[in-house]
Antibody, heavy 117, light 111 residues
Framework: QITLKESGPTLVKPTQTLTLTCTFF??????????VGWIRQPPGKALEWLAF???????RYSPSLKSRLTITRDTSKYQVVLIMTNMDHVDTATYYC?????????WGQGTLVTVSS | QSALTQPRSVSGSPGQSVTISCTGT?????????VSWYQQHPGKAPKLLIY???KRPSGVPDRFSGSKSGNTASLTISGLQAADEADYYC???????????FGGGTKLTVL
């Protein structure tokens, strides 16, 4: 069974850098065709994909956020890390870690990150 | 503003069928058969319902079906149940650089 869990701060100040960690179980990020990444959802709003890292270490970023995002992996720890710089109030959202092979499935439970001074 | 356009809300009575549309462009929905649909209940993470336009993961009832015509994909839910009341999101692959785009979501109300 594949599971993913997000961890990181629940509150960050404007201009600070957010670091989120996804710890996953039930698969390896070296399995062909597999990727893990991040999708966020501001309160009451739609889903927005942010970044994904693939089994071959290829990385894809949302074009609108590319300059602020870095995604890395530690295959030995079964972890994926997302770094987002220069946080702003509009970045307040639930951040989901997601497994992808044929589609985004499954999703972690999500972690709400609030940006406030 | 989301890249894919969905109706903000749809409704139906128990037992009826509803269809949710998802309109994109020739750069996403119209160019790739990688449309997926997700169901999200309040306070919960999204759940995969349909992938590759028409395919259902194991465990998803066959009341849920997907289709595509041109730049518009659709999710049809037949035999509506109270438990189907949720938000529904479509997603499409949009090429190497854009990668993935989501719709704005549709709230389904079961009357």
């Amino acid at each position: 069974q594949i599971t993913l869990k997000e961890s990181g701060p629940t509150l960050v100040k404007p201009t600070q850098t957010l670091t989120l960690t996804c710890t996953f179980f039930g698969f390896s990020l070296t399995d062909s065709g597999v990727s893990v990444g991040w999708i966020r959802q501001p309160p009451g709003k739609a889903l927005e994909w942010l970044a994904f890292i693939y089994w071959d270490d290829d990385k894809r970023y949302s074009p609108s956020l590319k300059s602020r995002l870095t995604i890395t992996r530690d295959t030995s720890k079964y972890q994926v890390v997302l770094i987002m710089t220069n946080m702003d109030h509009v970045d307040t959202a639930t951040y989901y870690c997601v497994h992808r092979s044929v589609a985004f499935d499954p999703w972690g439970q999500g972690t709400l990150v609030t940006v406030s001074s | 503003q989301s890249a894919l356009t969905q109706p903000r809300s749809v409704s139906g009575s128990p037992g009826q069928s509803v269809t949710i549309s998802c309109t994109g462009t020739s750069s996403d929905v119209g160019n790739y058969d990688y449309v997926s649909w997700y169901q999200q209940h309040p306070g919960k993470a999204p759940k995969l319902l349909i992938y590759d336009v028409t395919k259902r993961p194991s465990g998803v009832p066959d009341r849920f079906s997907g289709s595509k015509s041109g730049n518009t994909a659709s999710l049809t839910i037949s035999g509506l149940q109270a438990a189907d009341e949720a938000d529904y999101y479509c997603c499409s692959y949009a090429g190497y650089y854009t990668s993935w785009v989501f719709g704005g979501g549709t709230k389904l109300t079961v009357l």
